[in-house]
Nanobody, 122 residues
Framework: QVQLVESGGGTVQAGGSLRLSCTAS????????MGWYRRAPGKQRDLVAT???????NHADSVKGRFTISRDNAKNTVYLQMNSLKPEDTAVYYC????????????????WGQGTQVTVSS
């Protein structure tokens, strides 16, 4: 079983910063792409940013220049540094990881964290 534990959410004023962390634990061989998604009230869950195991990143246009995703492969942890936060960034942020759980045959699972609330006040 693979679990993702998120931390770092909270309430901040517009223009402030927060750093989210997400650590994978349990029975797996490696993690591939890891990412952050968010769901604002009344909206669907949207991509925020992803990062491959080799470090290639992808950020949504709405957060480019403000948010930065990074990872520490040795710690199986992905981070999201959020700067210049806006009220429209208010959402529940979810971590996702593609975890390889077996090689023969190869089997990968998509794992989701429980979500962490980020609230940005104006």
């Amino acid at each position: 079983q693979v679990q993702l534990v998120e931390s770092g959410g909270g309430t901040v004023q517009a223009g402030g910063s927060l750093r989210l962390s997400c650590t994978a634990s349990g029975s797996f061989l490696s993690t591939g792409v890891m990412g952050w998604y968010r769901r604002a009230p009344g909206k669907q869950r949207d991509l925020v940013a992803t990062i491959a195991s080799g470090g290639t990143t992808n950020h949504a246009d709405s957060v480019k220049g403000r948010f930065t995703i990074s990872r520490d492969n040795a710690k199986n942890t992905v981070y999201l540094q959020m700067n210049s936060l806006k009220p429209e960034d208010t959402a529940v942020y979810y971590c996702n990881a593609q975890a390889t759980v077996s090689l023969f045959p190869i089997r990968t699972m998509s794992i989701w964290g429980q979500g962490t609330q980020v609230t940005v006040s104006s």
